[in-house]
């Protein structure tokens, strides 16, 4: 988080992995997972609970001028979202029923959070989504979804990944 509070970012998305609580890496695994991926990421401000379970993290990527702030949420509210999540996306027929059906049984999730650094501040909403490469994100986001065995979401478009 210290990169995203002194330079200046601009938050872009959201994207959740959604998955058992069970399945709830270490920091460790989680710093190993995303240090082997194939891009070059800049990890900050690790946290872990007492048992070294994963709780949050940044990852900077200077080429992609872009950030992820990524928080682990669990408990019983988080399973009521994943139902009505399920819910929702059930009428899409792009949407696999097996998945569905497991994302309603989810009480875990990885928020993942898309900041891109913005070098002019000047520079118009239009010029900034010409931009904008999401690649950093979806990395990531395959990456986890992988680990946890989740389900990753886009919650604005109802995509699963």
Excluded at 59 to 73: K, M, V
Aim: glycine letters at 4%; hydrophobic letters at 40%.
């Amino acid at each position: 988080m210290d990169d995203l509070e002194t330079e200046q970012f601009c938050w872009r998305d959201t994207y959740f992995v959604w998955f058992d609580a069970s399945r709830r890496p270490l920091l460790k695994q989680i710093e190993q997972t995303l240090g082997a991926l194939p891009e070059h990421y800049t990890l900050q401000s690790p946290e872990a609970d007492e048992a070294g379970g994963f709780e949050s993290i940044t990852l900077l990527s200077r080429t992609d001028h872009a950030a992820l702030e990524i928080t682990f949420l669990a408990g019983e509210d988080i399973r009521e979202q994943a139902e009505a999540l399920a819910e929702e996306l059930k009428n899409s027929t792009e949407n696999e029923t097996r998945r569905l059906a497991k994302l309603a049984n989810c009480n875990a999730r990885f928020d993942v959070m898309q900041f891109e650094r913005i070098e002019d501040v000047d520079a118009d909403e239009a010029d900034l989504d010409e931009a904008f490469d999401p690649s950093t994100l979806l990395i990531v986001l395959n990456a986890l979804v992988r680990l946890v065995e989740g389900i990753g979401v886009d919650p604005q478009s109802g995509l699963i990944v």
